[in-house]
Structures are given as C-alpha cells and as structure tokens.
C-alpha cells in the first residue's frame, strides 16, 4: 500500500528534492513484498503523464528524464539508498511507457491505461474502444470496413475479395469481455485477457485463419471450400461450421477445444492431415499439452466451459492455484498466495460474476480456511 508518507518520498525523489531521511524511508518500504511493485506502476504512470503533457519526440524525452536521473543519483551516490538499481527501473519505465504512450494515444491527447479494449489496425493505426461507444472503423485508404456497436464490432461482408490480407489484432484486458464479427459472418465472444489477430477482409485463400492468445467461443460461419483454423499456440483448430470454445493462455500448459456443435480437427503440423489429427465431437474435450506435445479428449458438461459468456464461474475439480488464474482476469486484480498447501487444494463451486470477489474468497475459506487482506487492486492470501 502507498501511504501519503510514502507518497510524498516517491514524489520528491523524482523532483530530486528528497531529504536524506525520506530516501532511508522509501530504501526500507521498497525492500517489503510487493512494493518494488507499487513502486514501478507508481513511475510509470509519472512517466505516462510526464510525456502526455510535454509531447516531446522520443529521443528527446528519453534524454532530458535520463538526465534528470543521473543528475539525482550523483547527488546521492554517497547514501546506502540503492539509486543505481532504481534509476534502472525508473530508466525501464521511461521506455516502455513513452511507447505505450506512443501507440495509444489518439489525437485529442487520450492516454489509456491498461484496462482498455485495445484494436491495432493492420495500416499502423491504434485506437482505443471505448465500451458503450460507436464508431466505425476505417482501412487505410479511408473506406470504412466495419462499426463498432457498444461491445462488439462488426466487419462488413465485402462486394469483391482482394488478394491481400490486412491484418488487425484486438486486445481485452482483464474484467472484460468483447464480441467480434468478422467478414464472413463468424461470430467470437472473447473473455477477459484475450487477443486475437484476424484479417479484416479474408482473402479468396483456401482457408481462413485467425490467431488466439487466450480464451474464445467460436461461432464459425459455414463456408464448405475454405476452412475456418485458429491458430493457439502450437494447437491448431480446424472446422467447416461449428460453434466450440478455445482456451489458450500463455501461463497454461494445457490447450483446452470444447465442442458444442459441429466437427473439429486438432492438429500440431503446419499442414492438416487427416491420418493424424485428433477428431473431436459434440460434448467432448480435446487437450493439447504443450510441453509433451500429447492429445486427449474426454467427454464433458460443455455448460462448465462456456458458462463465462453468460456471466457465471463453474469451477469443477480445479486446483485453487487455477481458480487464482481466473479470478484475477475476470476480476482485473492481483492475487498474491502466500499459502502453498492452499494451491494444491482442489475445489468445486459456482459463481456469478455479478458476486464480489472477496465473498467468492469467503466461499472458499469454508471449505479449507485461510485469510486474506486487499491492498488496492491486490489480494494477498496466507
């Protein structure tokens, strides 16, 4: 937590006008767990503001905030406060906040910060999706190829397939969801910490492709002579028409394809062959293990696996270090577990989404006991 003792030590350390005490002060908190944290997010929303309000180039804000660094720490260099060491992440934080800055900054000065619906057009572009909004969305040569209606966008169905794909990437951040409708009809639900890359326009190729990083339900329009294939990871997921969902975090060895209609193949080959892809049919599972490159499939209740879409957590047989996972993206938070045994637990419950997430906690604390304290957006668990 960043008390306004603590508050005031950060803001004259990076004004340079810290006294010899409050830098002791602020050394001892940023050793605590979690601070060094709270430190960094506190420089980089500075650094954010700092450049929104100076707009200068980039080499030249990079210069004068490095300057204005080492011009503090020669100051201090004689104190047991590790300068050297934070100047580095102040120096982080200059560059990856001056190109956050960069990219998502509209016209009008808008900065956004990590909780928003982020859409990088394939002509360079990015623009922010405010929820609720309306827009449309316009190509490179100002023609305009789909509209954003409240959560969702909608590409238009083109008179003439071009050769060419342009391809965008739409990001939701955690505590979110977004619906997408691409050109040919097919319908995605993306949950909260998901990106997607897909063409805004297919072009006349065999197939049609999109990349997942995260997790999706799928509304697949039926298009017999060229087959719709999500790229997750190293999974690939074929289908002609058929509606399934897509679980492909980064963090998860495991690529879950749950099948509600349809047919699907799974595959880990550049090229789909049909003697070694794993079939999958209404009502079962297929998993992917990444690490051991393994398929399994198994039959199950699909409600537990697309229950997200309609604002309901279904937990069933999962490990609580999983239930962590989850919780932070849908609740856009940070849950810090200091209980070991606590992660090995596994649990089965069901939630709205509706429901705060300390009384989901509280659920669960019945069942195996532990506590918990909220600091801000973080919850640490011992």
Same mark, same amino acid.
């Given at each position: 937590?960043?008390?306004?003792?603590?508050?005031?030590?950060?803001?004259?350390?990076?004004?340079?006008?810290?006294?010899?005490?409050e830098?002791?002060?602020?050394?001892?908190?940023?050793k605590?767990?979690?601070?060094?944290?709270?430190?960094?997010e506190?420089i980089?929303?500075?650094y954010?503001?700092?450049?929104?309000?100076?707009?200068?180039?980039?080499?030249?804000?990079?210069?004068?905030?490095?300057?204005?660094?080492?011009?503090?720490?020669?100051?201090r260099?004689?104190?047991?406060?590790?300068?050297?060491?934070?100047?580095?992440?102040?120096?982080?934080?200059?560059?990856?906040?001056?190109?956050?800055?960069?990219?998502?900054?509209?016209?009008?000065?808008?900065?956004?910060?990590?909780?928003?619906?982020?859409?990088?057009?394939?002509?360079?572009?990015?623009?922010i999706?405010?929820?609720?909004?309306?827009?449309?969305?316009v190509?490179?040569?100002?023609?305009?190829?789909g509209?954003q209606?409240?959560?969702?966008?909608?590409?238009?169905?083109?008179?003439?397939?071009?050769?060419?794909?342009?391809?965008?990437?739409?990001?939701?951040?955690?505590?979110k969801?977004?619906?997408?409708?691409?050109?040919?009809?097919?319908?995605?639900?993306?949950?909260?910490?998901?990106?997607?890359?897909?063409?805004?326009?297919f072009?006349?190729?065999?197939?049609?492709?999109?990349?997942?990083?995260?997790?999706a339900?799928?509304?697949?329009?039926?298009?017999?002579s060229?087959?719709?294939?999500?790229?997750?990871?190293?999974?690939?997921?074929?289908v002609?028409?058929?509606?399934?969902?897509?679980?492909?975090?980064?963090?998860e060895? %495991?690529?879950? @394809?749950? #099948?509600?209609? !349809?047919?699907? +193949?799974? &595959?880990d080959? /550049?090229?789909?062959n049909? %003697?070694?892809? @794993?079939? #999958?049919?209404? !009502?079962f599972k +297929?998993? &992917?293990?990444? /690490?051991?490159?393994?398929?399994?499939?198994?039959?199950?209740?699909?409600?537990?696996?697309?229950?997200?879409?309609?604002?309901?957590?279904?937990?069933?047989?999962?490990?609580?270090?999983?239930?962590?996972?989850?919780?932070?993206?849908?609740?856009?938070?940070?849950?810090v577990?200091?209980?070991?045994?606590?992660?090995?637990?596994?649990?089965?419950?069901?939630?709205?989404?509706k429901?705060s997430?300390e009384?989901?906690?509280?659920t669960?604390?019945?069942?195996?006991?532990?506590?918990?304290?909220?600091?801000?957006?973080?919850?640490?668990?011992?």
């Amino acid at each position: 937590m960043i008390t306004s003792e603590i508050e005031k030590c950060i803001i004259n350390y990076l004004n340079g006008t810290a006294s010899t005490k409050e830098l002791y002060v602020l050394e001892d908190w940023i050793k605590l767990a979690g601070n060094k944290e709270l430190f960094k997010e506190y420089i980089k929303l500075d650094y954010v503001t700092s450049a929104a309000l100076a707009k200068n180039d980039k080499s030249d804000f990079i210069n004068k905030e490095t300057l204005r660094i080492k011009n503090q720490t020669k100051v201090r260099k004689l104190l047991p406060f590790n300068l050297l060491k934070y100047a580095a992440i102040l120096l982080i934080a200059i560059c990856s906040t001056y190109l956050v800055y960069q990219n998502i900054t509209k016209k009008e000065g808008f900065i956004a910060g990590t909780d928003q619906i982020i859409l990088d057009l394939g002509n360079g572009k990015t623009e922010i999706i405010q929820e609720n909004g309306s827009k449309e969305i316009v190509d490179s040569n100002g023609n305009v190829i789909g509209v954003q209606q409240a959560n969702r966008i909608v590409y238009n169905t083109p008179d003439k397939i071009s050769e060419k794909e342009i391809i965008n990437k739409l990001t939701v951040p955690y505590g979110k969801h977004f619906e997408l409708v691409l050109s040919d009809g097919t319908m995605i639900t993306l949950n909260s910490g998901t990106s997607i890359k897909y063409p805004s326009q297919f072009s006349n190729n065999k197939k049609r492709e999109v990349s997942l990083n995260g997790e999706a339900f799928f509304n697949v329009a039926k298009d017999p002579s060229h087959p719709f294939v999500v790229n997750a990871n190293q999974l690939k997921i074929r289908v002609l028409g058929t509606q399934f969902n897509v679980s492909a975090y980064p963090e998860e060895k %495991n690529i879950a @394809t749950v #099948l509600v209609e !349809g047919l699907v +193949g799974l &595959y880990d080959n /550049d090229y789909y062959n049909t %003697n070694s892809t @794993t079939l #999958l049919n209404p !009502g079962f599972k +297929g998993v &992917y293990n990444t /690490d051991k490159q393994t398929f399994s499939t198994e039959k199950v209740d699909t409600r537990i696996y697309t229950s997200w879409r309609t604002g309901t957590l279904i937990f069933r047989d999962i490990s609580f270090k999983n239930i962590i996972k989850k919780l932070e993206r849908n609740y856009n938070i940070t849950i810090v577990n200091n209980n070991k045994e606590l992660d090995q637990q596994y649990f089965n419950a069901s939630f709205s989404a509706k429901e705060s997430v300390e009384k989901i906690l509280n659920t669960f604390s019945k069942s195996y006991p532990f506590n918990y304290e909220t600091i801000n957006q973080k919850i640490i668990i011992n």
